[in-house]
Nanobody, 120 residues
Framework: QVQLVESGGGLVQAGDSLRLSCAAS??????MAWFRQAPGKEREFVAS???????????YYADSVKGRFTISRDNAKNTVYLQMNTLNADDTAVYYC????????????WGQGTQVTVSS
């Protein structure tokens, strides 16, 4: 059974950092990503990492988080991370981990989400 379990959310102050983790089980994935949904807004893409080989991958970021967030992946642990620095109130949202088996597919595996709240 495939599962994606996020952790690491919480309440922080503006300017602080936070690291989210997403542990995958059941299989490995060609691509994993983070999305977020703020209250009253649609879910939006945050970052993704596409793995080509054990040591080769590409990363992609939304413009709003470029330079502040870093996505990484530990293939041995089948876990993806999102390091979030210089957080601001606009980053407040539920963050979801997503995964797909084939890089060209849509993301069809989702975690339950973890809340990130940034107080200004």
């Amino acid at each position: 059974q495939v599962q994606l379990v996020e952790s690491g959310g919480g309440l922080v102050q503006a300017g602080d950092s936070l690291r989210l983790s997403c542990a995958a089980s059941g299989r490995t994935f060609a691509a994993m990503a983070w999305f977020r949904q703020a209250p009253g807004k649609e879910r939006e893409f945050v970052a993704s990492i596409i793995t080509f080989t054990w040591s080769s991958s590409n990363t992609y970021y939304a413009d709003s988080v470029k330079g502040r967030f870093t996505i990484s992946r530990d293939n041995a642990k089948n876990t993806v991370y999102l390091q979030m620095n210089t957080l601001n109130a606009d980053d407040t949202a539920v963050y979801y981990c997503a995964a797909k088996i084939v890089a060209t597919d849509k993301y069809n595996y989702w975690g339950q989400g973890t809340q990130v709240t940034v107080s200004s």
